[in-house]
């Protein structure tokens, strides 16, 4: 029986053990013997404990820290111990793993939501198609964020990872069609691929230069620029799968018209909404989606932020603007800032607002009027309105609004899916592309496993 310890290499909260003394005890386990026999094989190494939110965050680490970042543990294990030494943590790739075990820092690589992500990762990696693996993003959303929800794990940008029985394999039409993705933000780009994959004649029309939708401002904030991954492997997989992608091509009656399809798929996502206000015309007011795309210079002074759902935008803003020197004021209508956010991220998150010394947090309140210099914010727990005063300028992030297409598409059936549906997070629009193109093949008997029939 092969018998190992997982062991945390450095504790990394307030009070903690450091990686001096952790090596001490790796060092005395390592000399336990019974019978003549070895009582441990291997240590596999993580960082962090579970003691404070400060150390929990690297018991899953997310995207704002640094990938493969404890191997510097391992490597010091490796020093101590002629065992077999594993890592954890945040290791994506295949070759941030290779490059860790060829430079002696580990004997083994544990990758655990890289797999979740690309369940085939090591097929690819061996057959060298590593261009084509799905490289997990550390969103932590659907996987862990999954498991404290009480509910089976999966992966934002695979859906199939977790519900394989549903979806895979994946059907194949007996009759090929003519099918119309509009928009190639997370849910179109998924429903165009695995249409595609499939065996249907897809085209795929976004009206903006670049493939992404909104991921191209959420990968703006920061600590989320890798969110932006999650748009470069969908899009991969859509030109792999054959999909005719046309980029600055909006949807109009004469693409319609051209494209002649048996099936559209609506996938427009949503558009930013400024909500009902009481607004001086002396006020510097500006919504969240604008001030990403647009980066203005602000009036000097402090920014008021408001927050509808307690999410990236919101609390991503305020850092943003805390690291570029300004005074914030976070307001948020949820119970704290963050309040939707994994666990861990947010734990990330919030600490590093703390540490500012810039931002600060105002809960339960949304936003009802501006003026000059003062914002105005309405509890949401009661009718009491609260005066943030000293206020230059208010960025506003609310509620999107579905994008409506109103277009017709004569006998073709039509779905729609994702932002277009009800705005909601990146999770629901691609699971919703990936269901969308799997009811089309059904609509043509193909249930998952069958090889098509004729095209």
């Known amino acids: 029986v092969v ?28 000399s336990l013997r019974a019978d003549d026999v070895d009582c441990l094989d291997y240590f596999s190494i993580t960082a962090g404990d579970s003691s404070t939110l400060q150390g929990a965050v690297h018991i899953v680490p997310s995207m704002q820290i640094d990938p493969g970042y ?26 941030e793993a290779e490059t860790a075990i060829a430079e002696g820092r580990t004997d083994m690589a544990i990758m655990t939501r890289a797999m979740i992500c690309d369940p085939e990762i090591a097929n690819k990696s061996s057959a060298d198609n590593v261009d084509e693996i799905r490289a997990c993003i550390g969103c932590n959303q659907a996987c862990i964020g999954h498991f404290q929800q009480g509910v089976p794990i999966s992966c934002i940008q695979y859906p199939e990872s977790g519900r394989e029985l549903t979806f895979l394999p994946r059907p194949k039409v007996r009759t090929r069609r003519k ?23 897809v085209v795929l029309c976004e ?14 904030l920061p600590y989320r620029s890798e969110f932006g991954g999650a748009a470069t492997n969908l899009s991969a997989e859509a030109a792999r799968a054959g999909v005719d992608i046309r980029t600055s091509a909006p949807a109009t009656q004469n693409l319609v018209t051209e494209v002649a399809a048996d099936h559209v798929i609506i996938a427009t996502g949503a558009e930013q909404r400024m909500p009902a206000l009481e607004v001086a015309d002396d006020a510097f007011v500006i919504g969240a989606r604008d001030y990403l795309r647009e980066g203005p210079d602000l009036p000097a002074g402090r920014v008021l932020v408001t927050d509808w759902k307690g999410d990236w935008i919101g609390l991503g803003i305020a850092l943003r603007l805390a690291e570029a020197g300004r ?4 307001a948020t209508a949820a119970n704290f800032a963050g309040a939707a956010i994994q666990q861990y991220t947010r734990t990330l998150l919030v600490s590093q607002a703390l540490r500012s010394g810039r931002i600060a947090f105002i809960n339960d309140a949304r936003l009802v009027g501006v003026d000059a210099d ?3 914010l309405q509890s949401t727990l009661c009718e009491v309105v609260h005066e943030v005063s000293g206020v230059a300028a208010t960025i506003v992030s609310a509620a999107p609004r579905s994008v409506p297409v109103d277009l017709d598409f004569g006998a073709a059936s039509v779905t729609v899916i994702g932002d277009a549906v009800a705005p909601r997070t990146v999770e629901e629009a691609v699971y919703e592309g990936l269901t969308a193109a799997t009811d089309l093949a059904a609509r043509d008997g193909a249930v998952a496993g069958e090889r098509a029939v004729s095209a």
Do not use: C, F, W
């Open 3 to 30: 018998v190992g310890l997982r062991i945390s290499g450095e504790e990394k909260t307030e009070d903690g053990l450091v990686a001096t003394e952790i090596l001490n005890l790796i060092e005395h386990l390592d």
């Open 70 to 95: 404890a191997t510097s543990l391992s490597e010091q294990v490796k020093k101590i111990t002629d065992k077999t030494v594993m890592v954890a943590g945040r290791i994506n790739q295949p070759h």
């Open 179 to 201: 099918v119309l993705v509009i928009g190639g933000g997370p849910a179109g780009l998924k429903a165009a691929a695995v249409a595609a994959e499939q065996g249907d004649d």
């Open 207 to 220: 009206k903006e230069p670049r493939l992404g939708g909104a991921v191209l401002l959420a990968q703006e």
């Open 327 to 330: 005074h914030v004021s976070l």
């Open 374 to 376: 003062t914002g105005y």
